[in-house]
């Protein structure tokens, strides 16, 4: 996962719970994402932060937060769960190789249910 | 229209044989192109990254661009039991390079 550590791996939350996911990357990465994968509806992206100190939406961000603490951590937080935010959860980070070329990579994700 | 088309698959072939897995995409500004393997229960790992159009070799892997089209694709040679996985594209671009996933493929190597 070159470097890209998610916390926890497994979760099971009570509809109206609050959690927070962590996401650390030890690479020096300036771009962190956060994204939700679904059968059949593929990765989609809640949240993501371009560099320290900013954050953007994504495709899906309504039910979620997120905070860049640091260049290093970017977490997601669920303040009142749902059922609908049974997920799999996977944080990844950009490296910029040279001019416009960049390489995404994922961590291990995090697999939440909410019942 | 979706932003990145796949076919779901599954696409099945025989050990040996030549897949070929295919994407459209529907934002011309994309730049930058990913294909990832992702196996059941694991993250998306990348394959191959492909910036320019024509043809991209990395070992069995062949990722071929044709921006015009709007048209990526991905070849893989020698297709072994264990690339059976579902295959992911990725069109990224602009200032925060943000990606773009597709569905996935699913991929089958029949022994």
């Known amino acids: 996962n070159a470097g890209v550590t998610q916390t926890p791996k497994f979760q099971v939350l009570k509809t109206g719970q609050s959690m927070t996911l962590q996401c650390a990357q030890d690479?020096?990465?300036?771009?962190m994402y956060w994204y939700r994968q679904d059968p059949g509806m593929g990765l989609r992206l809640i949240y993501y932060?371009?560099?320290?100190?900013?954050?953007d939406k994504g495709e899906v961000p309504n039910g979620y937060n997120v905070s860049r603490l640091n260049k290093r951590e970017f977490s997601l937080r669920l303040e009142s769960a749902a059922p609908s935010q049974t997920s799999v959860y996977f944080c990844a980070s950009i490296i910029t190789l040279s001019g416009r070329t960049y390489e995404q990579y994922f961590g291990p994700g995090t697999r939440l249910t909410v019942t | 229209q979706k932003e990145v088309e796949q076919n779901s698959g599954p696409l099945s072939v025989p050990e040996g044989a030549i897949a070929s897995l295919n994407c459209t995409y529907s934002d011309r500004v994309s730049q930058s192109f990913f294909w990832y393997r992702q196996y059941s229960g694991k993250s998306p790992e990348l394959i191959m990254s492909?910036?320019?159009?024509g043809d991209k070799e990395d070992g069995r892997f062949t990722a071929q661009l044709n921006k015009a089209s709007q048209y990526v694709s991905l070849l893989i040679r020698d297709s072994q039991p264990s690339d059976s996985a579902t295959y992911l594209c990725?069109?990224?671009?602009?200032?925060?390079?943000?990606?773009?996933f597709g569905t996935g493929t699913l991929l089958a190597v029949q022994p």
């Open positions: 990725a069109p990224g671009g602009g200032a925060t390079n943000k990606l773009i």
């Open positions: 932060s371009a560099s320290e100190g900013t954050t």
């Open positions: 492909i910036y320019s159009n």
């Open positions: 690479m020096n990465h300036n771009s």
